[in-house]
C-alpha cells in the first residue's frame, strides 16, 4: 500500500490524465488522479503480466479518429521509458486497465512476468459522461 506521502508525490509527479471508457450515453471518463486516492487502503498484489488483456488488443489507439503514427508512438514510447514500475497499476473490478499501460509495456520490455496491481473493489462512477476528451480539464490548478 502506498503511504499517504508517496500517494501525493505521485499524483504531483503525473500529468492529468483520464481513463476512458465507450458506452451506450457516449464517452465515460474518470479522472486518474481520483482513481489514486481511491487505491489508498487497498493492499497491492502482484498480477501476471499474461493476465492483462489489453496487452493484446487495441488500447491507445481505440477511439473513433485516433491512428497510430511513428511521432504518436514514439510519444507512447518516451512515456514508457519514464515510467516508474514502484507504483502499481489500477485495475476495475473485471481486471481491465484503469491506470498503468504505459508500466505494463515497461514491465514487459524489461523481461518481468509480473507487475504490482491494486483491483478496486468496485467501479466507481465515471467523472464525466458524453464529453469530448479535448474539452475536459487538463491544467494542473
Known sequence: MLSAIYETVYISLMRKQ??????????LAWD????IQLTKDLQ???IQLSAIHEL??????D????ISTCRSIA??????QVSNLAYPIILYPEGR???GMHRVVKALLEGHNVIWAYRLPKLPNPDYIGVN???LPYDES
Open 97 to 99: 486497465i484503469m491506470d
Open 18 to 27: 483520464y481513463y476512458f471508457r465507450n458506452s451506450s450515453n457516449g464517452l
Open 32 to 35: 486518474v488522479h481520483k482513481l
Open 133 to 135: 476528451p479535448k474539452d
Open 75 to 80: 510519444d507512447h514510447m518516451r512515456l514508457v
Open 63 to 66: 477511439s473513433e479518429g485516433d
Open 44 to 46: 497491492a498484489d502482484e
Open 56 to 61: 493484446d488488443a487495441p488500447y491507445w489507439y
